[in-house]
């Protein structure tokens, strides 16, 4: 389904793509979860949220999120189980609950602005819960994380 997206991305213009994109998402609330295994992801630039459930479970071991999203989803990454790094922008404004659990292999977030940008993104307080990461890597330190782990 990645393909087929990016394929419609290529012969529509912003409007309508969104149009066919918000679509598919209303229709199912799961975009990629029909994919046993994603190896690289493109975002398109007319997305902004990382939805809802939207990587469950997939193959994905690397992302760098794009600097047009502003948002992750409710459990956005949960159970990406080799999904070993991740970089977030600063155009990331919030981050809803729940969206790195089962993601075991995640120890650290690299996120491209200083701990006081990092601190302002309105989070959920169960963001991180039942994940592995450890810290934050910013530009100018590292930050711990309270998982929830028990």
């Not at 087929?4 to 679509?23: P, R, S, T």
């Not at 600097?67 to 999904?83: K, Q, R, V, Y």
Request: aromatic share 12%; net charge negative; hydrophobic share 40%.
């Amino acid at each position: 389904m990645i393909n087929y997206i990016l394929e419609i991305n290529k012969l529509l213009n912003d409007n309508e793509f969104e149009q066919i994109y918000n679509m598919l998402y209303k229709e199912s609330g799961y975009i990629f979860t029909a994919l046993l295994e994603v190896s690289n992801v493109d975002f398109l630039h007319a997305v902004e949220k990382i939805p809802d459930f939207c990587f469950t479970g997939l193959s994905i071991k690397s992302l760098v999120i794009p600097d047009n999203i502003t948002e992750i989803g409710n459990g956005a990454f949960t159970a990406c189980i080799d999904l070993e790094s991740l970089t977030i922008p600063t155009s990331i404004k919030y981050i809803n609950g729940y969206c790195f659990g089962g993601a075991i292999k995640l120890k650290e977030i690299k996120y491209i602005g200083t701990i006081e940008d990092w601190n302002n993104i309105k989070k959920l307080d169960d963001w991180a819960y039942e994940s592995s990461i450890e810290k934050i890597v910013c530009i100018d330190g590292e930050i711990p994380v309270n998982t929830g782990r028990y």
